[in-house]
């Protein structure tokens, strides 16, 4: 067997993650609910992808931005109301967002109907915060904004205090 016969034969045992429909780690913030697809683990932390429910009338974080990571929005069905500094976006089923580091951004579901969306963070840092702030909801502390500040915080991100 030639050396470029034995760098380009297929693996016998691939690393594949399949993550079937209602699996995955589920992370109930309020009344918005994910489920973590992807937290890194199998992709050398470079992605994470979660699916999100925002029920009818959910305002989503404060505007931030994110230092290290790329995040993604992908519609899966619904209208999210998305902010990017003070430009206001409405994306519809099949939209796709990116928002690249240091972009204020944050969005909301303004209708009376529940929104899907799927994100994607690149690298994966950002997972931990949303297991963060349901560690504090679950330890009985209230979710309030230095709550939240001091969650962004230890993942890269801060708030976008200039647009408040």
């Known amino acids: 067997m030639t050396e470029e016969a034995k760098t380009s034969a297929p ?6 993650s399949v993550v079937g429909p209602g699996r995955g780690e589920t992370i ?6 994910m489920r973590v697809l992807e937290d890194g683990s199998h992709t050398g932390h470079r992605l994470a992808i979660a699916e999100s429910v925002l029920a009818p009338r959910t305002q989503g974080p404060p505007q931030h931005r994110h230092g290290q990571h790329d995040e993604g929005f992908y519609i899966l069905s619904g209208t999210v109301r998305f902010t990017v500094g003070d430009e206001d976006y409405d994306a519809t089923t099949g939209t796709l967002v990116m928002v690249p580091p240091g972009t204020p951004h944050t969005f909301a579901n303004l209708t009376d109907q529940p929104a899907v969306m799927l994100s994607t963070f690149t690298p994966d840092l950002y997972v931990q915060y949303f297991r963060d702030l349901q560690e504090v909801l679950a330890d009985g502390r209230p979710l309030t904004p230095q709550a939240n500040i001091d969650a962004m915080s230890r993942h890269a991100t801060e708030p976008a205090t200039d647009l408040a």
């Open 28 to 33: 109930v913030l309020g009344t918005t609910h």
């Open 11 to 16: 693996q016998t045992d691939p690393a594949v």
